[in-house]
């Protein structure tokens, strides 16, 4: 196959959430855009997968009532949602006992440990509000705050062992998905921020609220299937030149043969982790060479098991179920729409940070037998024979490796995260990773590529010679 070269206003590498929105927004501006995607299907860290007869959400899945431009792109894309099952008792395993059925925010814990958890709640809100999610790095305590670990700063507000621990997991484990001494409580801070308040991470009813019918994929799928011809699969970009006028993407084509993509402008829409794997020519300034090291991925398993009926429901059990002293730190109901109409029922469970080390070092049987034992220890003995049964490994995925996002180090945020977002000279960021509101979401995704589209648009047809393919 022979080099394609092709001409565009401008080039979007990476065909997940951020980047295919901001190519919709660009041409919508009447732009002409190619979009060059490295691996074989579009939707990167979106993919709703048949696996054994069963339709599961191998990444992101749910969406939140605050997640506005999430929600408008499902409107504008005819796209529906269902809630996800919640009727019945969540259950909690404490640190030393059994498991605790419950009912609302606030773990079965003894009363000290449920009023300074709710005390800490209240601190915690009061600062996310002050701090926001759009500059945490900005905020006067911005450097304090992010130079003690989030494990740190829980134990400097309180001695209850428990109550750290469960306030640690909402940030930790359940989000950043990185352990709670290795984030700061500044980037713990900001994860709160950028889903509205630490009460909203605490409340699974609000994060974990609704599912897109057909899956969330469908996002990213439809919006490549208005793009037509415009979406390049198997091409991962190598290298990428650039100077003050614009950017040659040099891409392998598959099948095709390799495509190199003229362009005005370059939205460089991959996790931040993996700018390195891109050739710049020449190397980027000394300041984002040295910011792209900080942001590293968190990594979590996303436990899937399909069972033939839901019989935690039978038990008058939601399937909600969370712990900081277990393998599966939280689990829900995830039956999807078409397991109701079959009559099956369906588990997803979480295996954070340091336990997935722990886990993926067991032979795979093994592995499988913990995870089931740790789901069994919350719901029944049941939960030990699925029909399905799946691990969601994003660590193996070239393209993503590891999940859910990237995030800084401890002191990362405040040191580099004004400068995170900075274009230089043609080439903008677009991802979820460097999201303020939908931080680590695809709502963050969405808002982050709507935004740095809007600001090409306005260079390219309000300010800079246009020629030709430019509206106004
Ligand atoms: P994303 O990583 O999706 O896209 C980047 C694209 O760039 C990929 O397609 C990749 O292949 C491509 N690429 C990389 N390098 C390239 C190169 N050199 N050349 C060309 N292409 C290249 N969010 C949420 O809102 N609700 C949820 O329930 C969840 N749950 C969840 C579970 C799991 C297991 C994961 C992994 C993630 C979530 N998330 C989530 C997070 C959410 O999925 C994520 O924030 C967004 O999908 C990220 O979209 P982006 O477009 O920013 O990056």
Redesign the pocket.
Same mark, same amino acid.
């Given at each position: 196959a022979t080099d394609r070269v092709v001409e565009r206003d401008v080039v979007v590498?990476?065909? !997940? /959430? /951020?980047?295919l929105t901001a190519a919709t927004d660009l041409v919508a501006a009447g732009l002409t855009v190619a979009v060059?995607? +490295? #691996?074989d299907r579009?939707?990167? #860290?979106?993919w709703t997968e048949d696996v054994d007869g069963a339709t599961l959400e %191998? !990444? !992101?899945?749910?969406?939140s009532p605050d997640?506005e431009a999430?929600l408008k792109t499902l409107a504008d894309l005819g796209l529906e949602t269902y809630p996800r099952y919640r009727e019945g008792d969540s259950v909690y395993v404490p640190r030393d006992g059994e498991p605790t059925r419950f009912t609302g925010e606030i773990f079965p814990v003894a009363p000290e440990t449920a009023a300074e958890i709710e005390r800490i709640i209240e601190v915690l809100d009061e600062l996310v509000a002050e701090v926001g999610a759009e500059e945490p790095w900005a905020h006067p305590r911005a450097a304090e705050l992010d130079q003690i670990s989030w494990s740190a700063w829980l134990a400097d507000q309180t001695d209850d062992v428990e109550a750290r621990d469960n306030l640690a997991l909402f940030a930790a484990q359940a989000m950043l998905t990185k352990p709670a001494h290795a984030v700061s409580a500044l980037q713990a801070i900001l994860m709160a921020a950028s889903q509205g308040s630490f009460s909203h991470l605490v409340d699974a009813d609000f994060i974990?609220d609704r599912r897109v019918v057909g899956g969330?994929q469908q996002v990213p799928l439809l919006l490549a299937e208005r793009l037509g011809g415009d979406v390049h699969l198997g /091409?991962?970009? #190598?290298t990428l030149e650039w100077s003050e006028t614009g950017v040659v993407a040099h +891409?392998d084509g598959g099948s095709a043969g390799p495509i190199t993509v003229r362009a005005r402008r370059a939205v460089v829409? %991959?996790?931040p982790n993996?700018y390195s #794997?891109?050739a710049f020519e020449p190397p980027l300034p000394r300041r984002q060479q040295v910011l792209h090291q900080q942001l590293s991925l968190g990594l979590?398993i996303?436990v899937h098991a399909v069972y033939d009926t839901p019989f935690w429901r039978d038990k008058g059990l939601s399937g909600t179920a969370f712990s900081p002293y277990q393998i599966v730190h939280e689990a829900y109901d995830n039956t999807s729409d078409v397991d109701e109409r079959d009559g099956r029922g369906t588990l997803v469970g979480f295996v954070a940070d340091a336990t997935a080390d722990a886990m993926f070092a067991l032979p795979a049987a093994e592995r499988r037998e913990r995870i089931l034992d740790s789901l069994a220890a919350y719901l029944g003995d049941e939960a030990r024979h699925p029909v399905v049964y799946y691990e $969601?490994d994003?660590g193996s995925e070239e393209?993503?490796r590891g +999940?859910? +996002?990237a995030s800084f180090g401890i002191g990362g945020l405040s040191r580099f995260g004004a400068d995170a977002g900075t274009p230089v000279g043609p080439i903008r960021w677009?991802? $979820? =990773?460097l999201a303020a509101l939908?931080f680590?979401?695809? =709502?963050?995704?969405i808002r %982050? !590529?709507h935004a740095q589209a809007a600001a090409i648009v306005t260079e390219l047809t309000d300010g800079g010679p246009a020629d030709g393919a430019t509206a106004d």
């Amino acid at each position: 196959a022979t080099d394609r070269v092709v001409e565009r206003d401008v080039v979007v590498i990476g065909a !997940g /959430a /951020a980047g295919l929105t901001a190519a919709t927004d660009l041409v919508a501006a009447g732009l002409t855009v190619a979009v060059l995607e +490295a #691996r074989d299907r579009i939707g990167g #860290r979106l993919w709703t997968e048949d696996v054994d007869g069963a339709t599961l959400e %191998v !990444g !992101g899945q749910w969406v939140s009532p605050d997640q506005e431009a999430l929600l408008k792109t499902l409107a504008d894309l005819g796209l529906e949602t269902y809630p996800r099952y919640r009727e019945g008792d969540s259950v909690y395993v404490p640190r030393d006992g059994e498991p605790t059925r419950f009912t609302g925010e606030i773990f079965p814990v003894a009363p000290e440990t449920a009023a300074e958890i709710e005390r800490i709640i209240e601190v915690l809100d009061e600062l996310v509000a002050e701090v926001g999610a759009e500059e945490p790095w900005a905020h006067p305590r911005a450097a304090e705050l992010d130079q003690i670990s989030w494990s740190a700063w829980l134990a400097d507000q309180t001695d209850d062992v428990e109550a750290r621990d469960n306030l640690a997991l909402f940030a930790a484990q359940a989000m950043l998905t990185k352990p709670a001494h290795a984030v700061s409580a500044l980037q713990a801070i900001l994860m709160a921020a950028s889903q509205g308040s630490f009460s909203h991470l605490v409340d699974a009813d609000f994060i974990l609220d609704r599912r897109v019918v057909g899956g969330l994929q469908q996002v990213p799928l439809l919006l490549a299937e208005r793009l037509g011809g415009d979406v390049h699969l198997g /091409a991962p970009v #190598r290298t990428l030149e650039w100077s003050e006028t614009g950017v040659v993407a040099h +891409a392998d084509g598959g099948s095709a043969g390799p495509i190199t993509v003229r362009a005005r402008r370059a939205v460089v829409a %991959v996790p931040p982790n993996l700018y390195s #794997r891109i050739a710049f020519e020449p190397p980027l300034p000394r300041r984002q060479q040295v910011l792209h090291q900080q942001l590293s991925l968190g990594l979590v398993i996303k436990v899937h098991a399909v069972y033939d009926t839901p019989f935690w429901r039978d038990k008058g059990l939601s399937g909600t179920a969370f712990s900081p002293y277990q393998i599966v730190h939280e689990a829900y109901d995830n039956t999807s729409d078409v397991d109701e109409r079959d009559g099956r029922g369906t588990l997803v469970g979480f295996v954070a940070d340091a336990t997935a080390d722990a886990m993926f070092a067991l032979p795979a049987a093994e592995r499988r037998e913990r995870i089931l034992d740790s789901l069994a220890a919350y719901l029944g003995d049941e939960a030990r024979h699925p029909v399905v049964y799946y691990e $969601s490994d994003w660590g193996s995925e070239e393209w993503t490796r590891g +999940a859910y +996002a990237a995030s800084f180090g401890i002191g990362g945020l405040s040191r580099f995260g004004a400068d995170a977002g900075t274009p230089v000279g043609p080439i903008r960021w677009a991802c $979820s =990773d460097l999201a303020a509101l939908g931080f680590q979401h695809v =709502d963050g995704a969405i808002r %982050v !590529g709507h935004a740095q589209a809007a600001a090409i648009v306005t260079e390219l047809t309000d300010g800079g010679p246009a020629d030709g393919a430019t509206a106004d």
